[in-house]
């Protein structure tokens, strides 16, 4: 016995001095829907659209595991942010809106970055990461190893509408500011480059990029990628059959309404209207060429880290904070509960585990990231939080989908969940997104200090069968053919994604010299 005892602190000994943790290169992008090549097929969020450019996303994606069917958990960007970087849903951040910051609302929670820099990595930001201003009170000052960076030239402005392709004499005198952040994330890899190789200090990099995010600012030569013939107009730029009112947000009242191109041509932004077929045609053109701009960028950055030879010892994560509605069901912008707001881009890189490019269509929420990193780097996997976790700073409102990584096809979760409020925070759109449905109830949302939900009063209910209805284009909540699968679901919604948890939610150590814990 004490022999045995003897031989496995050896052992722990000899496994701790070898081990290199892994460095995490964190890669965001802002409203870039799932809208990539390497998307196409049944979950791509359009059925028409022109060849996608986007191979650096599609190269990477060959290289990682690929979260096919990954929901945000409130399609907008500071609630969707916050809760993938606290790693708890939005009823326990309560940040529902831009203004509130989590540590004021919900609570003190242990960031992504401050997780790596608690644990000794460097940990340095730069761009949008955590949505700007009081939100995250300018940063989240706290989750960085080192003052944080914004572009100079983020104020870039439009001129006021909706696009604009920029002609290189332009930004080679002044940068867009995604440039600049792509110059500061090489800058940065570069400097810390020698000590992640040594193993004196891992590093812990994230790259917020703002586009393509209203408005489309891009360099011109991405539209030669998009002729114009070649884009097409959504083939439902209606509401959804049946769709009860609360669902629908008029994007005029949202940031659309803000720009000039727009507010000239005074849209009602009312359910079954939409924007002239031309500008359409523009927006979808001018969003694809972004989405290119974007790749491009992340291309650069990926390279410098292949350059370096920091490939094979850094984790890469690529996502967007939700998605985007390119005029489907006369719908812009984000700010609903429907499949194209919800649905994202989410990709994550393990050198070792995952170089010959893994593909699932497991259920994925985004807070499943912040476990699933801290697994990947070699750490002791968190815990799940209780229900009152107001208290905890470190713990989990996911699952780490590492099996995944072993096993794409398993079983997973029965369920993805997001949210979203209507009426002034007086009521909550509740939605779940199963194998094969869509489910939404609306109920009232009340009560102090933190509202909840009063699921016996509800402003509407949506069922959509995406097994013959992929673009949710009928509402079949009142169907009497739904009704038995109506009540499940219902049921499944009411108690929450504690029970469509992963059944055997195995932790999976990573394999090679960093398996053991601190
Ligand atoms: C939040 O937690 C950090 C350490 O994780 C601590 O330094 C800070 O004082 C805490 N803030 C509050 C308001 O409790
Ligand atoms: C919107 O258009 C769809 C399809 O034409 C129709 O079925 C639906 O009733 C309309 N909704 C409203 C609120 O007018
Ligand atoms: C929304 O609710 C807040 C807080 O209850 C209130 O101050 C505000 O006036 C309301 N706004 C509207 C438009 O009703």
Not at 83 to 97: A, E, F, I, W
Not at 445 to 470: A, C, Q, R, T
Not at 487 to 503: A, F, V
């Given at each position: 016995?004490?022999?045995?005892?003897?031989?496995?602190?050896?052992?722990?000994?000899?496994?701790?001095?070898?081990?290199?943790?892994?460095?995490?290169?964190?890669?965001?992008?802002?409203?870039?829907?799932?809208?990539?090549?390497?998307?196409?097929?049944?979950?791509?969020?359009?059925?028409?659209?022109?060849?996608?450019?986007?191979?650096?996303?599609?190269?990477?994606?060959?290289?990682?595991?690929?979260?096919k069917?990954?929901?945000?958990?409130?399609?907008?960007?500071?609630?969707?942010?916050?809760?993938?970087?606290?790693?708890?849903?939005?009823?326990?951040?309560?940040?529902?809106?831009?203004?509130?910051?989590?540590?004021?609302?919900?609570?003190?929670?242990?960031?992504?970055?401050?997780?790596?820099?608690?644990?000794?990595?460097?940990?340095?930001?730069?761009?949008?990461?955590?949505?700007?201003?009081?939100?995250?009170?300018?940063?989240d000052?706290?989750?960085?190893?080192?003052?944080?960076?914004?572009?100079p030239?983020?104020?870039?402005?439009?001129?006021?509408?909706?696009?604009?392709?920029?002609?290189?004499?332009?930004?080679?005198?002044?940068?867009?500011?995604?440039?600049?952040?792509?110059?500061?994330?090489?800058?940065?890899?570069?400097?810390?480059?020698?000590?992640?190789?040594?193993g004196?200090?891992?590093?812990?990099?994230?790259?917020?990029?703002?586009?393509?995010?209203?408005?489309?600012?891009?360099?011109?030569?991405?539209?030669?990628?998009?002729?114009?013939?070649?884009i097409?107009?959504?083939?439902?730029?209606?509401?959804?059959?049946?769709?009860?009112?609360?669902?629908?947000?008029?994007?005029?009242?949202?940031e659309?309404?803000n720009?000039?191109?727009?507010?000239?041509?005074?849209?009602?932004?009312?359910?079954?209207?939409?924007?002239?077929?031309?500008?359409?045609?523009?927006?979808?053109?001018?969003?694809?060429?972004t989405?290119?701009?974007?790749?491009?960028?992340?291309?650069?950055?990926?390279?410098?880290?292949?350059?370096?030879?920091?490939?094979?010892?850094?984790?890469?994560?690529?996502?967007?904070?939700?998605?985007?509605?390119?005029?489907?069901?006369?719908?812009?912008?984000?700010?609903?509960?429907?499949?194209?707001?919800?649905?994202?881009?989410?990709?994550?890189?393990?050198?070792?585990?995952?170089?010959?490019?893994?593909?699932?269509?497991?259920?994925?929420?985004?807070?499943?990231?912040?476990?699933?990193?801290?697994?990947?780097?070699?750490?002791?996997?968190?815990?799940?939080?209780?229900?009152?976790?107001?208290?905890?700073?470190?713990?989990r409102e996911?699952?780490?989908?590492?099996?995944?990584?072993?096993?794409?096809?398993?079983?997973?979760?029965?369920?993805?969940?997001?949210?979203?409020?209507?009426?002034?925070?007086?009521?909550?759109?509740?939605?779940?997104?199963?194998?094969?449905?869509?489910?939404?109830?609306?109920?009232e949302?009340?009560?102090?200090?933190?509202?909840?939900?009063?699921?016996?009063?509800?402003?509407?209910?949506?069922?959509?069968?995406?097994?013959?209805?992929?673009e949710?284009?009928?509402?079949?909540?009142?169907?009497?053919?739904y009704?038995?699968?109506?009540?499940?679901?219902?049921?499944?919604?009411?108690?929450?994604?504690?029970?469509?948890?992963?059944?055997?939610?195995?932790?999976?150590?990573v394999k090679?010299?960093?398996?053991?814990?601190?």
């Open positions: 016995m004490h022999t045995h005892k003897q031989c496995v602190v050896f052992l722990l000994c000899a496994q701790v001095v070898l081990c290199q943790r892994k460095n995490v290169l964190f890669l965001v992008s802002d409203d870039m829907r799932p809208e990539i090549g390497a998307y196409l097929g049944p979950d791509f969020p359009s059925s028409v659209h022109p060849t996608i450019h986007s191979p650096n996303l599609d190269a990477l994606a060959s290289r990682s595991l690929l979260l069917r990954a929901y945000v958990q409130q399609a907008i960007c500071s609630p969707s942010r916050t809760s993938l970087l606290t790693g708890r849903r939005p009823d326990t951040t309560h940040v529902y809106d831009l203004k509130h910051y989590f540590r004021n609302v919900g609570g003190n929670y242990t960031t992504i970055p401050q997780f790596f820099k608690n644990n000794g990595y460097r940990s340095i930001g730069m761009g949008k990461i955590f949505h700007h201003g009081k939100a995250s009170g300018h940063d000052p706290i989750s960085w190893s080192e003052p944080y960076y914004h572009a030239n983020e104020k870039y402005r439009s001129n006021t509408v909706t696009w604009r392709a920029v002609a290189k004499a332009e930004y080679d005198i002044r940068p867009l500011p995604d440039m600049q952040i792509a110059d500061y994330a090489i800058k940065s890899l570069r400097r810390v480059a020698p000590d992640a190789k040594s004196k200090q891992n590093f812990f990099v994230a790259v917020g990029f703002h586009k393509p995010h209203l408005p489309f600012v891009f360099p011109e030569h991405y539209l030669d990628l998009y002729p114009k013939n070649d097409s107009l959504p083939d439902n730029p209606y509401a959804p059959v049946k769709m009860p009112e609360v669902a629908w947000i008029n994007y005029i009242t949202q659309m309404g720009y000039h191109d727009i507010k000239i041509l005074r849209p009602s932004g009312n359910i079954n209207t939409t924007l002239p077929d031309d500008l359409v045609i523009n927006l979808r053109r001018a969003y694809y060429s989405v290119s701009y974007v790749d491009d960028l992340v291309g650069r950055v990926l390279n410098e880290l292949e350059t370096l030879g920091l490939l094979r010892n850094t984790i890469v994560s690529f996502w967007g904070d939700h998605g985007w509605q390119l005029g489907e069901h006369g719908e812009w912008c984000k700010h609903t509960n429907f499949e194209d707001a919800t649905h994202a881009p989410m990709m994550v890189r393990v050198p070792g585990i995952t170089d010959e490019g893994l593909v699932t269509e497991g259920l994925v929420d985004f807070v499943d990231l912040f476990p699933t990193l801290v697994e990947a780097a070699g750490f002791k996997p968190l815990s799940l939080c209780p229900e009152d976790s107001t208290k905890i700073e470190l713990c996911g699952n780490s989908f590492m099996p995944l990584m072993y096993d794409p096809g398993r079983k997973w979760k029965s369920a993805a969940f997001s949210q979203y409020p209507r009426m002034n925070y007086t009521v909550m759109g509740y939605t779940m997104r199963t194998d094969e449905h869509r489910y939404t109830e609306w109920p949302f009340i009560g102090e200090p933190h509202y909840k939900p009063n699921w016996k009063k509800l402003h509407g209910v949506e069922l959509y069968d995406h097994s013959v209805d992929p949710e284009n009928y509402n079949r909540a009142d169907d009497p053919d009704k038995k699968l109506r009540t499940q679901l219902s049921i499944m919604l009411r108690r929450g994604w504690r029970y469509s948890q992963p059944k055997e939610t195995i932790s999976v150590s090679g010299s960093c398996a053991l814990y601190p």
